[in-house]
């Protein structure tokens, strides 16, 4: 089956759902006019990402009419979006939300929240707690936001739960100089990975990163299409607003797996074997360090 | 051997769109920049004329009477060859004025007062002109502390502070700076003779490195000394960083209720744009 796979890649406005939503429904009615199959937007595109205290303010229930908005522009060609979702017991979530044929096909919460360096995301959000493939008209895809690819058990998940392409919604910021290279340092990590996801787990990695700046801090761009031999069937520009739009023949996933059988090959019991005796082992809880001072007391107690 | 990257055409093409989304995005078009003659504020107003369109960018000299005469004349020709437009605002009467009351002040309170009254030109020059005020700090003057706070280093938004002099330098000789600009020696010219080394002791192209291992890199005292440091450069670093730290934040707020501005009140400051 051949589609043909879009992502529009946006600035949003940071914090301003009706701009989003213009932004949203231009791009959409693009990718209708150019015979997409299936629209990808960034993370939290409808929202902007440095949202800290407006998190509630921008969050949205999947009754709500801003979501019943989506739903109807999914009739004109079936696309992700990247959203703060607030569920029935208010908990605030960084989420993306697949829409196709007037309905909502899947949510993905997103797992690995980075509170680190420049990030903060676990302070305003509630992490999500499962990693699923889901069936579209497609076939079988999977969701995966951002850092959370920076977790190879994400994808593995991804690809043994059948996935045939991966969405990732991504508000990538730029970081990182390195002379001679015409991309920042984490641009070329993430190419790096998208490829390697691409070939280890053959299938398409389809890359959807944001642009512009908030606060001083600039998003790559930089979205791209990466087929399951690791070809790139599609790059968007880096640093600036872009829009593609590639055909992704998904009998290359069938190509692709009857060469190299890697994946049926893969020994899942062993896995899960090996996963729950690390689990269990006494080595992979922290252990408590004796040092002299104080800590040295605290961990005589606790013991 | 310590190198620190520099990548001129991607970190130009960073600043570039910086600028443009920075400006743009407030419903503004145009910046003004204290043009002082040096590298820093050279590299700023070019980079802006890039982004904006040289129409859109006004530098302001601002001399003082003991200000070096190459000072201004480095400032006109980066005008000219950028193509903005200038404007020459003599601080000299209202900078004596204030110190005929206090004719005892020393050499760093008159250069506050006058970074000071520079930045209230500009201020007033952005709200005339319907513009945004460019910085032109850089990392390593905003990491050591060596600027006048609330003088040249306030501003709107600032493209040069996450850059090192040494990539200040690289940057400027790529986007074209007058090369009597890049290779002069740094100097703060708030009085005669004064040259930011001279001043602070070090070079800045020591000092970098340090700082690039220090706080790009979080090489801990030990790694630092076994990069050849010595361990009394080190301290002194990082006791200039610890103690200017107030200069990077916002003033203290004793908190009293539930939600404090910048401490539980947190927004964006591009919120809603």
Redesign the interface.
């Given at each position: 089956m051949s589609i043909r796979i879009a992502i529009g890649q946006v600035?949003p406005?940071?914090?301003?759902l009706q701009a989003n939503l213009a932004l949203y429904e231009q791009r959409i009615g693009r990718a209708a006019a150019e015979n997409a199959d299936l629209l990808l937007f960034p993370e939290l595109s409808l929202t902007g990402y440095?949202?800290?205290?407006?998190v509630p303010e921008v969050a949205l229930k999947l009754d709500s009419p801003e979501i019943k908005q989506l739903m109807a522009l999914s009739r004109k060609v079936a696309f992700a979006a990247g959203l703060v979702e607030e569920s029935a017991d208010h908990r605030f979530f960084n989420s993306a939300v697949y829409f196709e044929d007037g309905e909502i096909r899947h949510v993905h919460r997103k797992v690995y929240l980075p509170t680190y360096g420049m990030f903060d995301e676990q302070r305003y959000f509630a992490r999500g707690d499962r990693v699923r493939a889901f069936d579209s008209k497609f076939g079988r895809l999977a969701l995966l936001i951002c850092e959370d690819l920076w977790h190879p058990s994400t994808i593995y998940l991804a690809a043994l739960d059948g996935a045939l392409a991966v969405l990732c919604p991504s508000a990538s910021p730029?970081r990182g100089?390195?002379?001679?290279?015409?991309?920042?340092d984490n641009a070329r990590y993430w190419e790096m990975i998208n490829r390697v996801y691409a070939e280890t787990y053959s299938l398409f990695m389809i890359y959807g990163n944001r642009c512009?700046?908030?606060?001083?801090v600039?998003f790559w761009g930089g979205s791209e299409i990466i087929d399951p031999f690791g070809q790139r069937l599609a790059k968007a520009r880096y640093?600036?607003e872009d829009f593609i739009a590639v055909d992704a023949g998904f009998e290359a996933v069938r190509r692709k797996r009857t060469m190299s059988p890697l994946l049926r090959d893969e020994d899942l019991d062993l896995t899960i074997n090996e996963l729950m005796r690390i689990r269990e082992r006494p080595a992979a809880k922290p252990r408590l360090k004796r040092r002299p001072g104080w800590a040295a007391k605290s961990a005589k107690k606790v013991l | 051997m310590i190198?620190i990257?520099?990548?001129t055409?991607?970190?130009r093409?960073?600043l570039v769109?910086?600028i443009r989304?920075?400006v743009l995005?407030t419903g503004l078009a145009r910046v003004v920049v204290g043009l002082s003659g040096g590298v820093d504020s050279a590299l700023s107003a070019m980079l802006a004329a890039e982004a904006l369109g040289a129409k859109n960018v006004l530098g302001v000299l601002m001399p003082y009477k003991s200000s070096h005469p190459d000072s201004q004349a480095h400032a006109e020709m980066v005008a000219q060859k950028s193509g903005i437009e200038s404007l020459l605002v003599e601080i000299t009467p209202q900078i004596d004025c204030y110190f005929e009351k206090f004719p005892d002040a020393d050499a760093r309170r008159r250069g506050n007062k006058m970074a000071r009254e520079r930045m209230t030109i500009l201020y007033d020059q952005s709200m005339r002109w319907n513009a945004l005020v460019l910085g032109t700090s850089n990392k390593t003057e905003l990491l050591l502390g060596y600027g006048t706070l609330h003088g040249d280093m306030a501003s709107a938004?600032n493209p040069l502070g996450d850059l090192y002099k040494t990539q200040v330098w690289a940057l400027s000789e790529a986007v074209g700076v007058p090369q009597v600009i890049v290779s002069k020696e740094p100097s703060a010219d708030l009085w005669s003779g004064q040259t930011d080394e001279g001043e602070m002791g070090f070079a800045y192209r020591e000092v970098d490195k340090l700082l690039y291992l220090m706080v790009d890199q979080r090489y801990t005292r030990a790694e630092l000394a076994g990069a050849g440091f010595s361990e009394r450069f080190i301290d002194d670093i990082a006791a200039r960083i610890m103690n200017s730290q107030f200069k990077r934040r916002l003033p203290v707020i004793a908190k009293v209720s539930q939600r404090t501005i910048d401490r539980d009140?947190?927004?964006?400051?591009?919120?809603?744009?």
């Open positions: 600035n406005r940071l914090g301003d440095m949202l800290r205290d407006t730029l100089i390195v002379d001679q290279q015409i991309q920042d512009g700046f908030e606060d001083g600039g640093y600036d | 190198q990257p520099t990548n055409a991607l970190v093409q960073i769109a910086f989304n920075e995005k938004i009140f947190r927004y964006s400051r591009d919120w809603g744009k």
